[in-house]
C-alpha cells in the first residue's frame, strides 16, 4: 500500500518528463499536493495534461535556473524532487554548455537554496551511469568508484558532491538516489533509452542494429522509480540524511543481446544485426542490497512482462510517427 501524503506538498523540478510525470500522478494517488515546475524543454507538456484538473495540481513553467522561478514554486512545500535535468549521454553532448548550467550549476543553486526556503526534505536522481565501465567480478554498490564516461554523468557526479558535502548539518535532509536505466509506459513515452527501443524497433520494422551485444545495465520501471523517490520521502531522517541508495534490482540486469531475445520472444521472423564498437562503452553491474535493506523498498515490475505490453500498444499504433520528436531527448525547443 501506498504512503499517506495527506497534507504534504511536494515541489517535483522536472515533474512533466518521463519519470516526473508518473511520479506526480502518483504522489496525487497518495493524497499530496504537488507543485510542478518544469520548462517544458521537448514541448512536453501533454504528459500532464489530464492531470491538471486536479486542484492538488498547481504547474508553473519555469527554468530551474531562475532562483525566483523556483522559490516561487517553492512556497508552501515540506519537500523537494529534484528531476529536471539534460537527460542522457547525447543530449548533452550535443548541447554542453546547457548541460553544465543545467544539471549542474542550476541544481546546485536550488541545493543552496533549501534551508532558507523552509523545505524539509530533498530528493535527487542521480544514475548507475556514474558507475560506467565497472569491470568487476563484484557488483557495483554505493561505495564503489565511480567512473563516468559521459558529459552527462560528470554533471550528475559534480552535484552528487555538492550534496553530500555539509548534508550531514544542513537543516534539510538530503538524499541521492542512483537510478538504473529507466523503462515502462509514461505519459512522457521516451524511446531513447533501450529496453522501449529496441522492443519498438524489433515490432514496427522487424529489423535492429545493436552495438557490444555483451554490455551489462540494469534496469527499472518508471513506477518503481516514483515509489522509489517516495520511498525516501517518507523514511525517517535518520535513515535517509546523506545517503546515497541504487534504485533498482538485481535480477533485473541484462546485456543488450538478453533485450533483443526477450523481444524476439514475442515477435518472429525480426533481423538483428550485432557490431562493435559504438561510443558508448558503458558496462556496469549494480548492487541493490541497501536500499532494500534499510528502506524495504522492492520492485513491482520487471522487463519481461514490460516487453510484451509494450509489443501490444506499439502493435495497436498508440504511438504515431508524427509526434516522434517528443519520444526522445533529441532536440531541446525551449532552453537557451
Ligand atoms: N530515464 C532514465 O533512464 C533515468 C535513469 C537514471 C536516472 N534518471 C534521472 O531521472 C530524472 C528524470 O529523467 P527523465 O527520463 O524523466 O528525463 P526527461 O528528459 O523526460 O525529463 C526531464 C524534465 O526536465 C525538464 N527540464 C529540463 N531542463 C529544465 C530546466 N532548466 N528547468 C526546468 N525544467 C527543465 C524537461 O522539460 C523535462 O520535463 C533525471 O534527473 C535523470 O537524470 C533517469
Not at 501506498?2 to 497518495?30: H, I, M, Q
Not at 537554496?113 to 551511469?129: H, M, Q
Not at 535517509?240 to 533483443?260: H, L, P, S, Y
Request: glycine letters at 6%.
Amino acid at each position: 500500500m501506498e504512503t499517506d501524503f495527506a497534507g504534504r506538498r511536494v515541489l517535483v523540478v522536472g515533474g512533466a518528463g518521463y519519470v516526473g510525470s508518473v511520479l506526480v500522478a502518483r504522489l496525487l494517488d497518495a493524497g499530496a499536493h504537488v507543485n510542478v515546475l518544469d520548462q517544458l524543454v521537448y514541448d512536453n507538456g501533454f504528459s500532464l495534461q489530464h492531470l491538471l484538473d486536479d486542484p492538488r495540481l498547481t504547474l508553473m513553467r519555469g527554468d530551474l535556473r531562475d532562483t525566483r522561478a523556483v522559490a516561487k514554486a517553492a512556497v508552501g512545500c515540506d519537500s523537494v524532487a529534484l528531476l529536471a535535468a539534460l537527460v542522457g549521454d547525447p543530449i548533452c553532448k550535443r548541447y554542453p554548455e546547457l548541460a553544465r548550467q543545467v544539471n549542474a550549476e542550476g541544481a546546485a543553486r536550488i541545493l543552496d537554496s533549501l534551508d532558507s526556503l523552509g523545505v524539509e526534505r530533498f530528493v535527487f536522481t542521480s544514475t548507475c551511469s556514474n558507475y560506467g565501465i565497472h569491470e568487476s567480478t563484484s557488483l557495483a554498490d554505493e561505495e564503489s568508484d565511480l567512473n563516468p564516461q559521459s558529459l552527462y554523468a560528470e554533471t550528475k557526479i559534480d552535484m552528487e558532491r555538492h550534496i553530500l558535502t555539509g548534508a550531514r548539518s544542513a537543516d534539510c535532509v538530503r538524499t541521492v538516489l542512483r537510478i538504473a536505466t529507466a523503462y515502462g509506459l509514461s505519459p512522457r513515452m521516451r524511446f531513447d533509452l533501450t529496453v522501449s527501443q529496441f522492443a519498438r524497433e524489433l515490432a514496427t520494422t522487424a529489423e535492429l542494429l545493436v552495438y557490444d551485444a555483451e554490455t551489462w545495465r540494469p534496469y527499472c520501471h518508471v513506477r518503481d522509480i516514483a515509489k522509489a523517490v517516495m520511498t525516501v520521502l517518507a523514511a525517517r531522517p535518520d535513515a535517509v540524511r546523506g545517503e546515497v541508495f541504487n534504485v533498482g534490482d538485481e535480477a533485473q540486469q541484462f546485456t543488450k543481446r538478453m533485450i533483443v531475445e526477450e523481444a524476439q520472444k514475442h515477435l518472429s521472423g525480426t533481423s538483428v544485426e550485432f557490431r562493435e564498437g559504438d561510443t558508448d562503452p558503458r558496462n556496469y553491474r549494480v548492487a541493490f542490497g541497501k536500499i532494500a535493506d534499510r528502506l524495504g523498498f522492492r520492485v513491482d515490475h520487471t522487463v519481461q512482462d514490460y516487453v510484451p505490453a509494450l509489443i501490444s500498444a506499439v502493435q495497436a499504433g498508440v504511438f504515431c510517427a508524427a509526434d516522434e520528436k517528443h519520444y526522445g531527448n533529441y532536440e531541446v525547443r525551449h532552453l537557451s
